[in-house]
């Protein structure tokens, strides 16, 4: 597989996939003076992650070297 742009949206869309189960995972939990605890920070990531595996995916489909003629 020589798609380099292909392999890295794989990359970056497990990236986003990973932070969806990390933030599922941690969880958020109210504490006792009523301050909310959570890993919210995943989820912009992950939002950034999945929008650039996508855009990413879509160039590398799009975009190919013209073919070498013989």
């Given at each position: 597989m020589k798609r380099?742009?292909?392999r890295l949206?794989?990359?970056?869309l497990t990236g986003a996939v990973a932070c969806a189960v990390a933030?599922?995972?941690i969880g958020a939990?109210?504490?006792?003076d009523?301050?909310?605890r959570e890993a919210f920070a995943l989820i912009p990531i992950g939002y950034l992650l999945g929008g650039a595996g996508i855009g990413t995916g879509i160039?590398?489909?799009?975009?190919?070297?013209?073919?070498?003629?013989r």
């Amino acid at each position: 597989m020589k798609r380099p742009l292909i392999r890295l949206s794989l990359l970056l869309l497990t990236g986003a996939v990973a932070c969806a189960v990390a933030y599922r995972l941690i969880g958020a939990r109210v504490e006792a003076d009523g301050t909310l605890r959570e890993a919210f920070a995943l989820i912009p990531i992950g939002y950034l992650l999945g929008g650039a595996g996508i855009g990413t995916g879509i160039a590398g489909l799009l975009w190919r070297k013209p073919a070498k003629r013989r």
